[in-house]
């Protein structure tokens, strides 16, 4: 595919310190391209400088919802190298997003070169500092100037690249999770395994809700009998019930993450017990009881693994491995970003190296 590019002239000086917070701080360059039904699909593929979008205020995004995002990290290396972590399931997740929402596919060959391509323009961007990452927000919206509602026909398609600090500055600290009994976030058939802005202007509020009482995610339960686990706030969920790893089957209202996949790959190779399957929250709240609950995290691409240290169930509270973290936790932590920054040998060839631009 035919990528022009235009270098920013005025490139931004990068910060001194590490403390970049999280999608706060962006790159000199975007990635973008349009959809035109009636032109023959993609065109003018171009990296520029960064710069903000002009909509039409009907455009659809805005009125109709209609828009998928993507979140994957840029690694440095300790040898300086610059390298992406699995990019291609990325790619694939993105156009199963994408037929979910009528919006258009791109040939995985062509989404990889554009990620691939973009991230060797913005190669010194890549930050050094231990824990340090860019990362990269694919997304794709549609952009008719019509508040018909009818499939798009006009999509525009974004790369931006932001500064994320370390996700963790002192280790891995267990979080408190509540579980949260009135509001979903998908039901089957519905968008939960798309990755789409929606699910999470919908998720909001019970986030809210739970941070007013101290809490910092919640536990979502299906959307139809509220009654089995299906992910935590926007991470995937995990479970060491004595020595069984658990996490729910993607049934249609899970999102599949890749790091979700990883640990499950990982941990299969290395003889762990791992099961997909069904996991109602009246045998997670019998297996706490019972002592049986070893470890639960969350895992998804900022945090990678986050610890979960406290459980509450309508208003009872539930202490995880003395709030401590686990060692399968930490296990899957260290070995996933090993691999991610070099350190650990990647027997699966889930590193994808990247040339500077
Ligand atoms: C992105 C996301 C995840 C995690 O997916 P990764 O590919 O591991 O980053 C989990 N749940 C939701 C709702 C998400 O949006």
């Given at each position: ?176 999770i ?59 969920v995990m479970f060491r ?52 609950l070893?470890e639960a995290w969350g ?8 610890p979960i240290?406290?459980l ?8 995880i491995n003395?709030?401590?973290?686990g ?31």
């Amino acid at each position: 595919m035919n990528i022009s590019i235009t270098k920013n002239t005025a490139p931004a000086k990068k910060p001194e310190n590490a403390e970049y917070g999280f999608g706060k701080i962006f790159t000199d360059h975007m990635f973008i391209m349009e959809y035109d039904a009636d032109q023959g699909g993609w065109h003018d593929a171009r990296i520029v400088p960064f710069q903000n979008l002009s909509l039409h205020p009907a455009s659809t995004v805005l009125h109709y919802g209609s828009e998928i995002f993507e979140g994957l990290k840029a690694y440095r290396t300790k040898t300086g190298e610059v390298q992406l972590f699995r990019p291609i399931e990325n790619v694939r997740r993105l156009n199963r997003s994408a037929e979910r929402m009528c919006l258009p596919t791109i040939p995985e060959d062509d989404a990889l070169e554009i990620l691939k391509t973009f991230v060797s323009v913005e190669y010194d961007w890549v930050p050094t500092a231990p824990g340090t990452t860019l990362y990269l927000r694919p997304f794709m919206f549609g952009n008719d100037q019509s508040l018909g509602v009818h499939s798009v026909s006009s999509v525009t398609y974004v790369v931006i690249a932001s500064l994320a600090s370390s996700y963790f500055k002192e280790g891995l600290n267990p979080v408190k999770i509540m579980i949260e009994t009135e509001d979903v976030r998908a039901v089957r058939g519905g968008t939960g395994e798309a990755k789409c802005g929606g699910n999470y202007g919908a998720s909001t509020r019970a986030g809210q809700r739970a941070a007013e009482l101290g809490y910092s995610q919640v536990l979502w339960l299906d959307g139809v009998e509220r009654k089995y686990i299906e992910e935590v706030g926007a991470m995937n969920v995990m479970f060491r019930i004595d020595d069984e790893i658990v996490t729910p089957a993607l049934d249609g209202s899970i999102l599949p993450g890749i790091t979700r996949k990883s640990c499950v790959e990982l941990l299969k190779s290395e003889g762990y017990t791992v099961h997909e399957r069904l996991l109602s929250v009246d045998e997670l709240v019998d297996a706490m009881k019972n002592g049986r609950l070893k470890e639960a995290w969350g895992c998804g691409t900022a945090a990678v693994i986050s610890p979960i240290g406290e459980l509450c169930y309508k208003d009872e509270v539930y202490v995880i491995n003395n709030g401590e973290i686990g060692e399968v936790s930490q296990h899957l932590y260290d070995t996933l970003t090993g691999i991610q920054r070099g350190d650990v040998e990647d027997r699966f060839n889930w590193i994808c190296p990247i040339k500077k631009g």
